[in-house]
């Protein structure tokens, strides 16, 4: 089965915009190929892509960086490097808690944060931290270099900002969790399930300066609509709560009333969806206050 006629691999952004460019919408980014192959696949390889742009080769694209109090992951980074991170585990928490119940370890191994966020469903794991996380993307669109605030990425489900036959996805940034200030995710998923989760949650908090109230939150529930979501009357209403169980309580039952998740026939019911917000709200919401309170970071539920 021939899935493409030409292979290229550039090492730097710019190369592969040209290259991209040269091939006039016949030539397409891959990365780890997780995605891309299994849909090529699918289509029983009749219509080979002319050529391949492997942006795995360029080092900008698979660092990733401390600069200040901002982190910085570049888009071609795997799943498995983000969850052997020390960085990130410590700073952006819920990232590597996502990243880590990404498929299984061969997926983990190849497959990329890049590609997660560029292929648009808005369930992806590694997509439903960063909206927690109030990442920007850096992108190449339309010839140009620009920042894009992460959930602008996302036009529908499976449709992104960019198109991968011209425009490339560069790297994330955002900002790293300061004192009293954690981040969390859980995901409820099909024991047999390979891809998408039922629903997933990431949640950043801050606390005010006694550690007892919340100052900020940021709550991403993830499938609740066509583009990643957050829980905004969530959010206010957090703030200046005290940080306990009853106000984790009472926000579980307020999600629960004011997200509206749909049926989907591969995974749930919007019933179960919907009492399924409740869990996930109230569990990932306890651990990120217990993180911010006393510094103990340690990822939950990672795969080897
Ligand atoms: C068995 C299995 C289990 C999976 N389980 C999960 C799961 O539990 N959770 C989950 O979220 N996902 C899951 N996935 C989906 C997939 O592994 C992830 O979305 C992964 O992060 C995709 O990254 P990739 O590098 O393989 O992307 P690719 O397949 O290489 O690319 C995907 C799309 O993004 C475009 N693209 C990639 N990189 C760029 C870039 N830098 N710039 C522009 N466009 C780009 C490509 O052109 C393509 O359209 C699973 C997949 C498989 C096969």
């Not at 780890?32 to 009749?46: C, N, P, S």
Request: net charge negative; with cysteine.
């Amino acid at each position: 089965m021939k899935l493409w006629n030409h292979y290229h691999t550039p090492a730097t952004a710019d190369e592969a915009v040209s290259l991209l460019a040269q091939y006039a919408g016949q030539a397409q980014v891959i990365a780890g190929g997780t995605d891309l192959l299994v849909d090529k696949r699918a289509e029983g390889g009749y219509n080979p892509h002319e050529a391949l742009v492997d942006i795995t080769h360029i080092p900008e694209l698979c660092k990733i960086e401390e600069d200040g109090d901002f982190i910085t992951i570049g888009a071609g980074v795997t799943h498995t490097q983000i969850v052997k991170s020390a960085l990130i585990a410590h700073y952006a928490t819920c990232l590597v808690e996502s990243c880590g119940v990404v498929g299984g370890p061969q997926v983990r191994n190849v497959g990329t944060l890049g590609g997660n966020v560029a292929h648009a469903l808005p369930a992806g794991d590694g997509t439903t931290s960063l909206v927690a996380l109030d990442a920007e993307a850096d992108v190449i669109y339309m010839g140009e270099r620009k920042r894009v605030p992460i959930r602008d990425m996302y036009l529908g489900p499976g449709k992104s900002l960019l198109d991968s036959h011209r425009d490339l996805l560069v790297s994330f940034r955002f900002r790293r969790a300061a004192d009293r200030e954690a981040t969390a995710f859980k995901r409820i998923m099909r024991p047999q399930g390979v891809a998408l989760p039922i629903l997933g949650c990431a949640v950043w908090v801050r606390l005010d300066e006694t550690g007892a109230l919340f100052e900020a939150a940021r709550i991403a529930i993830a499938p609740i609509g066509p583009t990643p979501g957050r829980a905004d009357e969530v959010e206010h209403a957090l703030i200046g709560q005290p940080a306990t169980i009853e106000t984790v309580e009472r926000m579980a039952e307020l999600a629960q009333s004011t997200l509206h998740p749909r049926t989907s026939k591969y995974r749930a019911t919007a019933d179960y969806r919907r009492e399924m917000i409740g869990v996930l709200v109230r569990r990932t919401l306890t651990l990120a206050i217990y993180r911010a309170q006393t510094g103990d970071i340690v990822p939950e539920g990672v795969g080897a």
